[in-house]
Every structure is written in structure tokens, then in C-alpha cells.
């Protein structure tokens, strides 16, 4: 599986953005696809996931509320929508993937994207 982030960029406080990461592959439907982010001199951290069968959603204490995850089995696409971001939220957020349940943890991930830049100024 190959997988392509995109729609990062410059936002300022209490913007959205919608990052989007298309995968290639015919078995997108069967993986698990998440999102991480990683802050300069920081590891990279769990956002959200969705899961591959009933679509259940996971999402880490700091974005709750604020990201939704959602995913387009036709368009082999996963979506990462952030709403009332923080400059906290400043990272180089990567897609993920695995045929494996949800896991917040990166190394359990086999498939990674190479990232986009999202950037929120106060």
C-alpha cells in the first residue's frame, strides 16, 4: 500500500483545515487507516483512527471534538477534517495503514505516507 497526504498549509487560530491521504492498492477497504502527527524535536504522535469493518473512530484526548476522521472506500481515500485548530497543533501530520485493528501506537502501523506540513499561527 502507497499512501499520499495531502492538504496541509498556513492557517491561523480557530481555522480548519481538511487533510486528505489517498492510498493505492485494490484492499484499501480491509486496513485500518489512522492519522499521527509529529512537532519538531517531539515524537510523532496518535490523532485518530478509523477502522477497516464497522468504521468505528478513535481520537486522542487533544483533538476530541475538534477532528473527525472519516474515509471514502470508493475513492480509497481517508480524511482528517480539524476544526478550531490551535498553534499547538503545529506538526507534520502522516497517514497511516494496517490490516491490523486500531492502535495508537506508530509501530504497529506498517504503511506510511510521507506527511504534510500544517502550520497554525496564533
Known amino acids: 500500500v502507497q499512501l499520499q497526504a495531502s492538504g496541509g498549509g498556513l492557517v491561523q487560530a480557530g481555522g480548519s483545515l481538511r487533510l486528505s491521504c489517498v492510498a493505492s492498492?485494490?484492499?484499501?477497504?480491509?486496513?485500518?487507516m489512522a492519522w499521527f502527527r509529529q512537532a519538531p524535536g517531539k515524537e510523532r504522535d496518535f490523532v485518530s483512527a478509523i477502522s477497516w469493518d464497522d468504521g468505528s473512530t478513535y481520537y486522542a484526548d487533544s483533538v476530541k471534538g475538534r477532528f473527525t476522521i472519516s474515509r471514502d472506500n470508493a475513492k480509497n481515500t481517508v480524511y482528517l477534517q480539524m476544526n478550531s485548530l490551535r498553534p499547538d497543533d503545529t506538526a507534520v501530520y502522516y497517514c497511516?495503514?494496517?490490516?491490523?485493528?486500531?492502535?495508537?501506537?506508530?509501530?504497529?502501523?506498517?504503511?506510511w505516507g510521507r506527511g504534510t506540513q500544517v502550520t497554525v499561527s496564533s
Open positions: 492498492g485494490r484492499t484499501f477497504s480491509s486496513y485500518t
Open positions: 497511516a495503514a494496517d490490516a491490523s485493528g486500531p492502535s495508537t501506537y506508530a509501530a504497529a502501523y506498517d504503511y
